[in-house]
């Protein structure tokens, strides 16, 4: 299996533009989360999928972020308009909800965002 | 106080044991967890303890876990280079939607084992 795929990898931008970043989870899987981690803030839960579903978004900061996940194999989170505070390193995780290894998350390699 | 509490930065010296320390205040965790970050990567689980164990062992790693105290460590047995990394604690109880273990995570320790 080639794990949770996010991208782009790295991503800069200008304050003001809207920026998409993309996951896709690991096959079979049925939970996705969203996670943006600083160094202020550390490692944050953005918000949770179940059966694409979306379950908790009490994480997303603000009404410039929001998140689909049109079918089993992907979603996005969007931010519109950007600003600098919202650099930071966004993970995407997966994770089954069934079987001996529901309790663990699996992470993508994650999108460094750089808002200038 | 954060939910999840642990120790920013330690350092060892490269063959020694390196003990990193969590405290917690769920009491009613399910399982509790160790993820390392390596730089430019993901978290990936490298190890964890159901709440009902007081002690799992996996090759060098060993994990302690007092539940009296909301306690949870991390010892790596002879510390090799390669273990420099940030390494997350979590704890995580069953969700009433989708039944899926969402984790609480700390804010990491840097290892940083030197020669």
């Known amino acids: 299996d080639a794990g949770v795929i996010q991208s782009p990898r790295h991503e800069v931008t200008e304050m003001g533009q809207e920026v998409t970043l993309r996951c896709k989870p690991i096959?079979?899987?049925?939970?996705l989360f969203w996670y943006r981690q600083t160094m202020m803030r550390g490692l944050e839960l953005l918000i949770y999928?179940?059966?694409?579903?979306?379950?908790?978004d009490s994480g997303m900061p603000e009404d410039r972020f929001s998140a689909k996940m049109p079918n089993a194999s992907f979603s996005t989170l969007k931010i519109q308009p950007s600003e600098p505070r919202d650099s930071a390193v966004y993970f995407c995780a997966s994770s089954p909800t069934s079987g001996s290894r529901s309790y663990e998350q699996y992470f993508g390699p994650g999108t460094r965002l750089t808002v200038t | 106080g954060e939910d999840v509490e642990q120790s920013l930065f330690l350092s060892v010296r490269e063959g020694d044991s390196s003990v990193i320390n969590c405290t917690y205040t769920?009491?009613?965790?399910?399982?509790l967890y160790w993820y390392k970050q390596e730089p430019g990567a993901g978290l990936q689980l490298l190890t964890y303890i159901f709440s009902n164990m007081d002690m799992k062992q996996d090759q060098r790693l060993t994990v302690l876990l007092n539940k009296k105290d909301k306690h949870l460590s991390l010892r790596i047995a002879d510390t090799q280079t390669g273990d420099s990394a940030i390494y997350f604690c979590a704890e995580s109880r069953t969700l009433r939607f989708g039944g899926s273990y969402i984790p609480t995570f700390g804010r990491g320790t840097s290892l940083i084992v030197h020669p």
């Open positions: 096959s079979g899987h049925n939970s």
């Open positions: 999928f179940n059966n694409n579903v979306p379950i908790d």
């Open positions: 769920d009491s009613s965790s399910t399982y």
